[in-house]
Structures are given as structure tokens and as C-alpha cells.
């Protein structure tokens, strides 16, 4: 028996190895083989047959020739079957030499095809793929695939045997670090299956010893494979194919190796398959650490197969768990056909198989899909878009897919499999090509290669990717929302910004119309332009060219910016591009109160949502310096919402939980480029903003609630809501993220995810009734959403509970990084803080008087304490608390400075409403406080009255000085 592996040698015909191989017998045809081999490759590489060297070397009995063409063979002959065992353990020894391409020749076709049961230690009962999967030189990924086990009776003696064989199967595929493995279950397996999954999934990848120690054995029962190749895309090239016939294996692109069991016959216990254990122990440790795992595919197709109904029950033996796969990175693809070829199913079917498969593993992110696409589609194009909302692993392609045209050879699909195709591959790179060799007589493979790769350059380009290839690395990931109204941006966030010239070719079009608008017909001996949140300038160069372009004669242009480190880069560029033409101000938006009104605010605070960078805030302050006539940029945004079918996010976002520090992560909204999410309906807006003359005053009602109604066409899982915005920046010039829309080759923003607490089964036709707050309050902005229909869940985010969106910016910090930078004797405009600035001294060293009347005041604690002390009239409770030794631990470490929340406390309502409202700094201060109600304060700032007398105070129970660092 002989065997060919090839990596990515494309220069060789699939035709012509294939006779090669067949036509080959005995030692003396292999020779012939490779003298025809070195002609093939001297003929491809542009050599000299006289450059084609040979080198034997003969090491253990072992017969090895290389053939230096820039590339190196190894080639092998044998009649004894005893050395196929330790074959693979030799090939690994050979990995250093990088050898590229092998022929290997065992003349005992019995002992590794034979599928009947045997006891005779002489014939190892293994296929050929066995080899391949113990050396990585020619693969990249190895999937197993496991058929159905055949039954010689039907005794319940048997079922155990198939237990015991599929377990044998399992540890032999973890053993030997499987990528993927394949197994066919239906509607009466899946409870058992998912059953096996949710322990393969919570698992470790460690065997059991007793399986260790028969592997150590002279001869050990591992179950059998079969192989096929599956390709995948890398840089730009198309996807390869696969040929599930025996003996070869060709790759014209990155190899990816899936086996497939040999079928074996179930007799009592003898259901296994026996192969030399000493290359199992020997290499297990290197082959372990260089094998690359994806995926599994498990196979659907069936309905009757009555051995994967058990095999849930491989993973117990005796009620104990056999493997335990804790942070085990194989995954799973189940093999799925998009349409049933049989009358008694429905398209729908097979996706309502995997929905209950993926619900019962808990949305594991290592379940795919394999789906199969064969001659027959679906009619409903629902359906094929609704598998876009789950994880596809690959695409396995029949050969019933691809016809010829009259007059031509050349293989091609149809219409609807070329616009299918074209939308499965924006989400897929992985394909696997299946034939019989009745069509493989007739046409070539490559010409069936070369068909798919033209499938996949014609793909759909989603709208984000255009011109721009590194988004395909945000898909799918979640990112919390920006706040920059509470920290500064990075430098590398407006350096992703900055590249998106679309939006700035926008704003500059919005401009200078609006600049016509202004001066059409009338002389403007003075135009004023403000830029709320320059940013690092791109907005400011969109401005200056506007006026230039008109040739304003006179001109005032200034840039507000909060981020001092934002604002050296804008004193730069004046000082270098922009001819000292800009007056920078650092100063936050709300606060700057300019010399004389605008007749041209521009902005470009907008976030995913449209408000969730707090643009409204902004705005509506800014829009008291604008002139009667004046002209805010943008006018208009809304926010929009759609349900949508996305297991992925929702998976990804409760995983999230992990790497921040709410209290729930599926009570927060996210910033996603989602491409695996099915969109169930159309989006509908929101919140409207507007930012014109007659509406600049701030609305009475802060916040704001909406009912949305939307409605499914085809059952699907409801995962949570997309949030989108469109925004007209002037007249027709608008700015769009939702999908109907999407302005061209715009990455500025993503989407918002905001998931349910869980995922809703939605039926075709059933309502889905969202309702959606926008609250405000205490410095803060907080989203609040409800779903009342199909099903009623509990109020998501209520009160702020995990997710909010503050208002004040971190003083101290920006005082910090102020004193940190002019230490380093940096030039700052309009830096006139200092560091002490921030610091507000106790109110006791005021000029109030100090009367001799005690107030008596009780500090209750988290723990249940009680103290009481007193202090006088005029001082602070922060003074009380040092003067009189109050045991507080950790209270007032600032020691009334302000610069920190330590002295914390919560005052029941009459006695907070008796105080003077908080300053700006010391609401900053209450940001960083542990447990925040709506009356706190911070003790350094309360003047003990007499109205105060007998008060009572709760101190929350952990000091808050470590939620400065």
C-alpha cells in the first residue's frame, strides 16, 4: 500500500499522481515513481534534471532517498507491517529536515484497510491516515470523524460494547490532540449528545491514566481513521478542496487534515482496532504541543442512527465522568445540511436541530456549524440568512452543486448557489469540496478549485471592510463603550479616528455649505467658527479649508478641548500647518463661555448609539453661544434598535463578566462590528436630538422612554438589540451606521449590542415588544431596557446598577497629569491649574464662627457598629470624626483635602436636603465613592448646624482611597 503526501505543491496535476499511484506495485515501480517524479518536478521548478540530486540514507533498516530540487522527498518501502508502527514515531523524528514531500510504500494492504475485528498481533488493524495524523509536517489542522458503529446483533450487550468502542474512539482523538472531530447524532440523540458536549466542554484534555498505560502496552486498542483534506483561505488566496479518496492528499493552499473513521463492525467487546503503542507513549509529548485544534464536525445528516443516540453516555462509566476537558480549545462543528433531502423534513429543521444542541451547551463559543450545501436550497432566503447568526466553522460542498455548460467542461454553479456562496464566505474562509470519482474521471479537481476561488474573490464585501482589511479583526469582539466626558481619550483611539477620511470629507461638505448658506448674497466682514472637542485637529483642518475654499476674508476660529494631551497636539499643528490661525482654548464645553457667539458650532461627539458619548449634554450647552441665526453641525441624530438572532455576542458578552468589574455583564451595553448576527427585523428609531435655532434650550424632561414593536418572519433566537444612529450634519449631508444605509467605507463607529439577561425563542410571526429608558441624574446618564414580549424578563440595568455613563470629568486626574507634565516643562495653552488648585480645603478653617453648643452625631457602619460623638458648631464631621477619635478605619485619610472620597457618608433625605448643594469638585470626588447613593457627601464638606443635632450617618463599610489608583 503506498501513500503520497504533498504540501502546497500545487505544480502537481491531481491526474497524474493519481495514475501514478495506481499503477504502482513492488519496490521497482516505486523507483519508477520517483524517476518520474524528479521529470514532474524538474519540468515545474525550471531545473535541470542534472540539478535533481539524490542522497540515501539507510538508518535502521530504513530506506531514505531525498531529491534536492528546492524542495525535499522522503521515500520509504516496506513489506513488513511491523513497520508501519513505528512509522509516525519516525517521521516526527524527521521533522527537523523539513521534508516537503513523501512517498511511502508498505506492501500489506490487510493491515492497514482491513474493518474486520482480529486478534492476530501480526495484523494492526490502522489506516494509512493514522500515519499522517502523527506527523505535522504535512498537516495543519487534524479532524476526526467518527461513522455510525455497525451492530452484528442487537442484544443491550451490545450498546454497551458501542459505549465502551466510542469512548476508546474519543480518548484515542484527545490523545492524538484532534482538531475537530465528527459524529452523526439526530433528534433522538441530542439530549444525550449535549449531555457529552457540556462535560466535553468543562473537561480537561488529560486521558486517563488507565488509557496512558495501554498506550504504554506492546499492543494497544486505538479506534481507526479515514482522511480528507480541507483548505483554507490565507492572504487572499481562495479556499482549496477536498477528496475523500483514499491515498492522497493534495493542498494547493494552507493544508488542513480531518480523518474520518474507517467503519467497524461491533462484535461483544472486540470492536477495536489494535496498532503498536510504543510510537503512542514515545511521541505523545511532542505531538501534543505542535498540532493546532479548530474544530469538530458533527454530522446531522441522519435521523436513525441509533449508535450516536448513546453516545451521551461515552463520558460515564460507572457514573464517573471519563474525560474532564477543563479549558479544552477543540471545538465542535456539526454537520448540517441546509436542505433535507428527505420528504418528511423542512429547511427549517436543521437549524431547530443546532438551536437545541447549542441552548443545551450553554452557547459554548466552540460549537460551529459544518454546513453542507448540496443541488436543492431552501426557497425562503430567511432561512439561509438566519445561519449567518450562528458560528460557521466551514462549508462542505457536494460535487451535486457544480454543473457544465453546453459546449463547455468547465464546472460552475447556479445563480442562487453564487449569491449564497457569496454570503457564506464573508463569514467563512474554510471550505471542503466532496466527489465521487465518477466526476473526478471527468473533469479535473483544479478545474472544481479554480471555481470555488472564483466564488470566494467575488464575495460580498460587508460595508465596513471596504478598502480595509484589518476590520476583520474587530468582528464579532466587544468593546465597552467610550466616556470621554470621563476620561481622556488615548492616543491610539484618535489615531484609529483620524483615519476615517470619510467622515471628515463629510463634515467639510456639510461646512462649506452651510458657510454658503451664511454669506449667499450678503457681505460677512466677520465670521466666527467654534469646535466643540477638537480632538487632535481633523476637524479644525476640515474647517479651515471650508473657509478658505469661500475666501472669508476675516475670521475667528477657536478649538475647545478638554484633553490636555490633545491640546499639545493642537498647539503643535498651529504652530507648524495652520499659521497660528486657531485660538485653542482647554477648557470642557460646558464650562467655556466664549467673548462673542458662533455662527458655526461644529461637533463630533456622536457615539454608536448616537447620545452614548453624552453629545446631547454637550450640545445643549454649547448652543447658548450661538448666534439667532447660527448654525449647529450636526443638526439632527437618532438612535435606532433592531432584535437580533446573535448566540455569539450573547455568549461573548456573558464571558465578559470575566474582564470588568459589573456586577452582571449582560446589563451593559457593548461596541461591536458584529458579522455573525442575524438581524430579525428592520430597525426603528429611537431618541431624536435636534440642535437648531428655537430648539436650543435644554428639554424640561431629562428622561426619556420609547415602546418598540417589532415581528419575526421565521423562528429564531432572540439574543438581544443592535443600536444604530443616523445623523444629518447639515441639509441633505448625513452621517449613517444603520445596515439599509451604512455610509460608504465609513469605520468610525460600530454597532451597540445590548444583550438580554437571556436568550428568547421567537416563533415566525410572534411579537417582540421592547421597552427602552434613557435616564438622567446625579452626573450621570444610564440606559435602562425591558422585553415584555414573547416572553417577559426582569428590568435590565435598573437604577445604574452595572452600566452608566458619567457626566464629570476625573479633576484629580487631569490635575495629576497637569503637574506631572509642566514637571517635565511642557508648554501648555490655557493650562492655568495647578495641582493644589484641586484640593478644597475643610470648611472648618473658614471664617465661621465657633459657638460652644455641642452637636451629638451617630455613625452607623456596614458591620452593624454604632458610634456616637460630638462635635461643635462651625466645625466639619470630618473634624468631629479626628477630634473625638471616632474608630472609623480608614476614614478621611485625606485629612480634608478633598483628593480622595474617604470621608464619604449617607445622610437620610431631610438632613441632605438641609445642606448647600455640592460643588463641581466635590461631585468629582463622589465619582470615585464606594457605594453612591443620591445623599451622599463627602464629611470634610458638611458644617455641622443646629439643625444637624442628633443626626444619624451611614458610613459605607470599604474605604474608598484605593479607587483612586
Known amino acids: 500500500m503506498y501513500m503520497l503526501l504533498v504540501q502546497e505543491l500545487d505544480f502537481l496535476y491531481y491526474p497524474t499522481v493519481r495514475n501514478l499511484i495506481e499503477t504502482m506495485s513492488g519496490k521497482q515501480n516505486l523507483n519508477r515513481f520517483a524517476n518520474l517524479l524528479k521529470t514532474e518536478v524538474s519540468n515545474r521548478l525550471g531545473t535541470n534534471d542534472s540539478k535533481v540530486s539524490t542522497e540515501t540514507n539507510t538508518a535502521d533498516g530504513r530506506s531514505i532517498t531525498y531529491f534536492h530540487v528546492g524542495l525535499k522527498v522522503l521515500m520509504k518501502y516496506s513489506t513488513k507491517a511491523e513497520d508501519a508502527y513505528s512509522l509516525p514515531g519516525y517521521l516526527l523524528q524527521l521533522e527537523n529536515k523539513n521534508i516537503d514531500f513523501a512517498v511511502i510504500a508498505i506492501e500489506n494492504p490487510r493491515a492497514l484497510h482491513s474493518t ?38 442487537h442484544e443491550e450487550d451490545e450498546i454497551q460494547c458501542y459505549i465502551k468502542a466510542r469512548k476508546r474512539q474519543l480518548e484515542y482523538a484527545d490523545y492524538l490532540g484532534l482538531s475537530a472531530m465528527i459524529v452523526s447524532f439526530s433528534h433522538r440523540t441530542l439530549a444525550p449528545l449535549a449531555h457529552v458536549l457540556n462535560h466535553f466542554f468543562l473537561g480537561t484534555s488529560v486521558l486517563k491514566s488507565e488509557f496512558r498505560r495501554s498506550c504504554e502496552a506492546d499492543v494497544a486498542m486505538v479506534p481507526r481513521f479515514c482522511l480528507f483534506t480541507l483548505g483554507t483561505i490565507a492572504s487572499g488566496q481562495g479556499p482549496g478542496f477536498t477528496c475523500r479518496l483514499a491515498l492522497i492528499v493534495v493542498s494547493e493552499i494552507q493544508a488542513v487534515h480531518i480523518g474520518n473513521a474507517s467503519v467497524g463492525h461491533c462484535h461483544r467487546r472486540e470492536w477495536f482496532s489494535r496498532v503498536d503503542g510504543r510510537w503512542l507513549g514515545d511521541s505523545h509529548s511532542q505531538y501534543g504541543t505542535r498540532h493546532r485544534r479548530v474544530g469538530c464536525i458533527l454530522s446531522l445528516k441522519t435521523k436513525n442512527d441509533a449508535g450516536a443516540r448513546l453516545l451521551g453516555r461515552c463520558f460515564s462509566d460507572g457514573g464517573l465522568c471519563v474525560f474532564r476537558l477543563v479549558g479544552c480549545k477543540i471545538g465542535i462543528w456539526c454537520r448540517l445540511p441546509l436542505a433535507w433531502d428527505r420528504i418528511d423534513e423542512t429547511a427549517d429543521d436543521a437549524w431547530h436541530l443546532f438551536h437545541q444542541l447549542r441552548t443545551a451547551c450553554g452557547n459554548d463559543q466552540r460549537l460551529e456549524v459544518a454546513l453542507e450545501i448540496g443541488a436543492d ?60 470519482s465518477k466526476q473526478l474521471d471527468t473533469i479535473p479537481i483544479n478545474d472544481f478549485s479554480f471555481c470555488i476561488r472564483n466564488l470566494y474573490k467575488n464575495q460580498r464585501v460587508l460595508p465596513m471592510e471596504q478598502n480595509c482589511s484589518v476590520m476583520r479583526s474587530y468582528r464579532d469582539y466587544l468593546q465597552l463603550p467610550l466616556q470621554p466626558l470621563f476620561e481622556d481619550l488615548s492616543a491610539a483611539t484618535y489615531e484609529v479616528f483620524e483615519t476615517d477620511s470619510v467622515k471628515y470629507v463629510k463634515y467639510e461638505m456639510a461646512i462649506k455649505e452651510a458657510i454658503s448658506d451664511k454669506i449667499s448674497g450678503n457681505e460677512v466682514p466677520f465670521f466666527n467658527v467654534i469646535v466643540c472637542g477638537a480632538g487632535r485637529g481633523p476637524l479644525v483642518t476640515a474647517v479651515l479649508k471650508a473657509l478658505e475654499h469661500f475666501a472669508i476674508p476675516a475670521f475667528q476660529l477657536t478649538a475647545v478641548e478638554k484633553n490636555i494631551n490633545a491640546v499639545s497636539t493642537l498647539d503643535h499643528l498651529n504652530q507648524t500647518k495652520w499659521n497660528r490661525k486657531v485660538h485653542i482654548v482647554h477648557s470642557d464645553v460646558r464650562k467655556f463661555k466664549p467673548p462673542m457667539k458662533a455662527d458655526i458650532i461644529v461637533s463630533e461627539m456622536l457615539g454608536s448609539f448616537g447620545d452614548n458619548e453624552l453629545s446631547p449634554e454637550c450640545l445643549y450647552e454649547a448652543m447658548k453661544f450661538l448666534k439667532p441665526d447660527g448654525v449647529c453641525i450636526p443638526q439632527f441624530y437618532q438612535s435606532y434598535l433592531s432584535p437580533v438572532h446573535a448566540p455569539k455576542l450573547h455568549y461573548n458578552a456573558a464571558q465578559y463578566r470575566k474582564q470588568v468589574e459589573y456586577n452582571d455583564a449582560l446589563e451593559c451595553g457593548y461596541v461591536v462590528y458584529p458579522t455573525t448576527a442575524f438581524v430579525i427585523d428592520n430597525p426603528q428609531p429611537l431618541f431624536p436630538f435636534t440642535h437648531k435655532v428655537g430648539n436650543n434650550a435644554r428639554p424640561k424632561q431629562k428622561n426619556l422612554y420609547k415602546v418598540l414593536k417589532f415581528r419575526s418572519e421565521i423562528d429564531c433566537e432572540l439574543s438581544g438589540f443592535l443600536g444604530y444612529f443616523y445623523c444629518i450634519l447639515y441639509k441633505e449631508h448625513a452621517l449613517s451606521i444603520l445596515p439599509s444605509n451604512h455610509t460608504p467605507n465609513m469605520r468610525s463607529w460600530f454597532s451597540m449590542f445590548f444583550p438580554l439577561l437571556t436568550p428568547v425563542m421567537v416563533k415566525a410571526g410572534d ?50 497629569e497637569l503637574y506631572r507634565m509642566r514637571q517635565q516643562s511642557f508648554k501648555w495653552i490655557g493650562s492655568k491649574y495647578c495641582f493644589q488648585n484641586f484640593k478644597i480645603q475643610p470648611l472648618s478653617t473658614s471664617s465661621q464662627s465657633q459657638e460652644k453648643k455641642s452637636i451629638a452625631v451617630t455613625f452607623l457602619t456596614s458591620q452593624g457598629d454604632q458610634f456616637k460623638a460630638y462635635g461643635k458648631i462651625g466645625g466639619t464631621l470630618l473634624d468631629l470624626v479626628f477630634n473625638e477619635n471616632v474608630p472609623l478605619d480608614g476614614f478621611g485619610v485625606c485629612e480634608g483635602a478633598c483628593s480622595c472620597s474617604t470621608c464619604h457618608v449617607i445622610l437620610k433625605r431631610e438632613q441632605y436636603e438641609c445642606l448647600p448643594s455640592p460643588c463641581e469638585d466635590e461631585l468629582d470626588m463622589l465619582d470615585l465613592a464606594y457605594g453612591l447613593a443620591d445623599t451622599s457627601r463627602l464629611a470634610c464638606q458638611i458644617v455641622l448646624t443646629e439643625q444637624l443635632d442628633g443626626m444619624e450617618v451611614l458610613v459605607p463599610g470599604v474605604p474608598d482611597a484605593t479607587q483612586l489608583h
Not at 131 to 140: G, Y
Open 116 to 153: 474486520e475485528s482480529t486478534t492476530n498481533d501480526n495484523c494492526p488493524l490502522f489506516s494509512i491516515p493514522d500515519i499522517i495524523m502523527k506527523t505535522r509536517n504535512w498537516s495543519r489542522l487534524v479532524v476526526g470523524e467518527f461513522p455510525t458503529v455497525k451492530y452484528e446483533s
Open 767 to 816: 411579537e417582540i415588544e421592547i421597552h427602552f429608558w434613557r435616564n438622567t441624574g446625579h452626573g450621570k446618564v444610564w440606559y435602562e431596557w425591558w422585553l415584555a414580549k414573547p416572553a417577559a424578563l426582569p428590568l435590565q440595568n435598573p437604577n445604574d446598577k452595572c452600566s452608566i455613563l458619567k457626566m464629570r470629568f476625573h479633576k484629580l486626574k487631569q490635575a495629576l
Open 377 to 436: 436550497l431552501c426557497e425562503n432566503m430567511k432561512i439561509l440568512d438566519r445561519w449567518i447568526g450562528e458560528p460557521i466553522g466551514c462549508l462542505i460542498i457536494t460535487g451535486e452543486v457544480f454543473q457544465t455548460m453546453p459546449g463547455s467542461d468547465s464546472p460552475t454553479v447556479s445563480e442562487m448557489h453564487r449569491r449564497l456562496f457569496s454570503l457564506l464566505f464573508t463569514r467563512t474562509s474554510r471550505a471542503v469540496l466532496e466527489f465521487d
